[in-house]
């Protein structure tokens, strides 16, 4: 995978030798961190890529390092017997033997600067002394934190789409998130298949028309539906998506996220905060305004406080999860006051 040299999503601002996780960098030892375990296997593949870009034949040895026993990473990091360059990548250092720790202390004191050696952990507390040793060492980190806000992910998908030369429509983008955003994976795939399928901007008729049945049975079409004040349309669309697996608790979540939306815009009118410290994109703002038109202080406290106890029922305290949603969805819907 080519370097990208734009914003990356997902990615801290990059300090010292932390970079983001599609800024590959080799040296003799280099650390992949974070949680998101796609952008852990970019990150990787981009330090693979770029090992084969200095020298083609390039051989990758991995180690896992829940099953990793002494010696192993001297064996795969010793040159081989005709001369080829190794990059060897130890997965699973965030649950790796004590074995690992050991031998990747020592490696770190003494590396080998025609071995790149990368060391993949997700997140956690084991292997901190490796950890602190391989940071303190100055070696390359490649950060690869969650994407959990909606304004990283569609950063992300736009990420996707400047890599293969495309552009989306911003509605497409939503929409794509608002059906498959829970899921980075899948996400990424449903833009990959996209761009093989399609040409020219991807409009938000392209993803109706690909995904339809995925996006119309989502709970964000739920909650837009129940935030238009169209009780029934958001109850018919919460009964197909329980009738076709969709579970209650995500359902409440995705009203409580449309909620929290119109709560956050509704407070850039005092002037306090800016869309971006809220992590907002120009999008959401304008369709939160529109929205809002249709609402009162009151009766978003009124909509907040439904999914609150609605949240609480589907988790446990509650004998009927189906109906505390139903539930939660009638009284968002009789907050709004149509237009």
């Not at 896992?64 to 190794?86: C, N, R």
Request: with cysteine.
């Amino acid at each position: 995978m080519p370097p990208a040299t734009r914003a990356r999503a997902g990615a801290r601002k990059p300090a010292g030798n932390v970079r983001a996780w599609d800024e590959p960098t080799l040296g003799p030892v280099v650390l992949v961190r974070g949680p998101e375990e796609l952008l852990r296997e970019r990150a990787v593949d981009g330090l693979v890529a770029l090992a084969r870009e200095r020298d083609p034949e390039t051989e990758k040895v991995e180690l896992d390092g829940t099953t990793y026993g002494p010696g192993q990473l001297q064996v795969a990091a010793s040159p081989s017997l005709f001369g080829e360059a190794k990059i060897v990548v130890v997965t699973a250092a965030d649950a790796g033997t004590d074995e690992l720790y050991a031998d990747l202390l020592a490696h770190v004191e003494r590396p080998d600067p025609e071995t790149a050696v990368v060391v993949v952990h997700g997140s956690g507390q084991r292997g901190k002394k490796m950890l602190d040793a391989v940071v303190a060492s100055g070696a390359p980190i490649l950060q690869c934190d969650a994407i959990t806000r909606d304004a990283d992910k569609a950063e992300f998908v736009a990420r996707e789409l400047r890599t293969a030369r495309r552009r989306a429509e911003p509605e497409a983008v939503r929409a794509l998130i608002d059906a498959l955003g829970t899921d980075l994976r899948e996400l990424a795939a449903v833009v990959s298949q996209l761009l093989a399928d399609t040409s020219g901007t991807i409009s938000v008729g392209v993803v109706d028309r690909y995904y339809g049945g995925r996006v119309e049975a989502t709970g964000f079409k739920v909650a837009d539906a129940a935030v238009a004040g169209d009780a029934g349309a958001a109850v018919a669309l919460l009964r197909h998506a329980l009738a076709t697996g969709a579970d209650p608790v995500p359902m409440v979540a995705a009203l409580a996220m449309r909620l929290r939306t119109l709560a956050k815009v509704a407070a850039l009118r005092g002037g306090m905060v800016t869309a971006r410290e809220l992590g907002l994109q120009d999008w959401q703002v304008r369709n939160a305004q529109r929205d809002l038109q249709r609402w009162t202080p009151e009766s978003l406290a009124t909509a907040i406080s439904a999914v609150a106890s609605a949240d609480a029922e589907v988790k446990g305290a509650g004998r009927d999860p189906v109906f505390a949603v139903e539930k939660a969805v009638l009284t968002i819907a009789r907050s709004s006051t149509r237009r």
